[in-house]
């Protein structure tokens, strides 16, 4: 589950499908080389027992006028059949008549017709009748390497279909997820743009009131709320710039935000040297982030205090600070106005 939650989208889609799709098949086609294979193999077999009676019957008179000559003319005929490998012909007295190809010696006629699989091998069992009467007996003996190569190329041809359906699954899923993705893929553009061009004036285009238009109108919000803060940052920070006031802002954290040229020149700092430093860089109070914690705690909108600041040549300055609070959605910064004593 770790490994799958950090795929893309795209990776997953395409394990779901073939989770859904793979089983399916593969089910769907061992059944059908199963179904196929019990078929060729009865098939193999009733072409194999009507191979055998037909023998049988051409094999009766050679056995009624005991004529081994066109009894073993009889079973040579055989060889026009690439499976029959071998054929022993008995007589009444269940004693060798005949024989063609593979003859295996612990052989014994059988009286019932019978076939018998085993070891790539068939055995047929057939007797010899003639006029309803059992004139000898017929084992036919053949080899199912034909029928076993036919089903394995079956299974081969089955298996390559079955890669085929998957290699057409994850191609539709490449297809299709352009559709899927493309709401995301929208919010991710507009996002990035927002971002990279600092323009928070772009929105999305809300034509679903599904999960979609859920999403869509989730970031819509978002950037309406983040434009309205950017827009009130910077109107403040122009707001400050043009004063003359030794004003410095600090975050929640007591790290500075913003501070004016005048400040920049009071602590005789350059402005990159202070931003985003702690307070306590510039300022002898060690309670000092207390204080505004206190304050922030207390959502106290104005405080003042004297302390001392620390210039950039390690010299000490006494000043008055006035601190406004402002809570922007539980973020609470701190306009401080300095002015020596």
Excluded at 291 to 298: E, G, M, N, V
């Amino acid at each position: 589950m770790r490994f799958f939650s950090t795929l893309s989208i795209k990776g997953k889609l395409i394990i779901i499908n073939l989770a859904i799709i793979l089983p399916v098949l593969t089910t769907v086609t061992l059944l059908y080389i199963s179904v196929d294979a019990e078929i060729l193999k009865n098939q193999f077999i009733s072409k194999m027992a009507a191979v055998g009676d037909l023998t049988s019957n051409y094999s009766a008179p050679d056995l009624m006028f005991v004529d081994r000559e066109a009894a073993q003319e009889t079973l040579s005929k055989l060889e026009d059949i690439e499976d029959i490998k071998g054929a022993i012909l008995f007589n009444s007295q269940k004693q060798r008549f005949a024989s063609y190809g593979i003859v295996i010696d612990s052989i014994r006629p059988q009286e019932e017709e019978l076939v018998i699989a085993k070891n790539q091998l068939v055995f047929v069992y057939s007797p010899v009748k003639f006029q309803g009467n059992t004139v000898g007996f017929l084992t036919l003996i053949a080899s199912t390497k034909n029928m076993d190569h036919l089903i394995n190329d079956r299974f081969l041809e089955v298996f390559f279909y079955l890669v085929l359906a998957s290699a057409f699954v994850i191609l539709l899923t490449f297809l299709f997820q352009g559709l899927i993705l493309s709401p995301i893929h929208s919010v991710i553009n507009v996002v990035n743009n927002a971002i990279q061009k600092d323009d928070y004036t772009e929105r999305i285009r809300v034509h679903q009131k599904h999960e979609i238009g859920e999403l869509y109108s989730g970031v819509n919000n978002l950037l309406d709320k983040v434009e309205y803060n950017t827009v009130s940052r910077k109107l403040s920070a122009k707001f400050l710039e043009l004063t003359n006031e030794n004003v410095m802002v600090l975050d929640e954290n007591q790290k500075i935000i913003f501070l004016s040229e005048s400040f920049s020149k009071l602590v005789q700092y350059r402005e990159k040297d202070l931003l985003n430093q702690k307070i306590d860089k510039i300022i002898n109070d060690s309670a000092l982030a207390v204080k505004f914690a206190h304050k922030s705690a207390q959502s106290d909108e104005y405080m003042d205090f004297n302390t001392t600041l620390i210039l950039h040549n390690h010299k000490l300055l006494p000043v008055h600070i006035k601190a406004f609070l402002l809570d922007e959605d539980s973020h609470p910064q701190y306009i401080c106005l300095i002015e020596t004593i």
